[in-house]
């Protein structure tokens, strides 16, 4: 069975409320009380691993390839320019590796999340 339309959308509508969540995150001047340089990447990490289960889940007809690779790459370099800007944030290339990682990992836990049931169907023909 192919992923059904409704829930493409509702993993469209995810994939948006993360990025806007993401994005706020990013350039926010609150500050979090207990955030250590290794759970900022660990959040990046994260979050990057979610918006690639997510993008690739808004757009099942093509496989997690190097556009959406490249796209997710792309907003997270974004961001670290914008945060190069704002005078309580700064650039991290270490926040684009994290961010690198978390869609690596996306990629090596595909074959894992096409047994799960629930997700399976975005992968069948």
Do not use: C
């Not at 997690?64 to 945060?83: D, M, P, W």
């Not at 990992?105 to 399976?120: E, H, R």
Request: charged fraction near 10%.
């Amino acid at each position: 069975m192919k992923l059904p339309r409704m829930y493409i959308y509702i993993f469209r509508v995810l994939l948006l409320v993360t990025l806007i969540v993401v994005t706020f995150f990013a350039t926010t001047s609150l500050q979090f009380a207990i955030v250590p340089s290794i759970y900022e990447k660990l959040n990046h990490f994260a979050a990057f691993l979610v918006l690639a289960l997510l993008l690739d889940f808004s757009f099942p007809n093509s496989w997690f390839n190097s556009v959406k690779i490249f796209a997710l790459i792309a907003y997270g370099f974004s961001l670290e320019i914008i945060q190069h800007f704002l005078p309580h944030r700064m650039f991290s290339l270490f926040d684009i590796g994290a961010d690198s990682i978390g869609l690596l990992a996306y990629g090596l836990l595909i074959p894992f999340i096409k047994k799960l049931p629930v997700l399976n169907d975005r992968w069948a023909s």
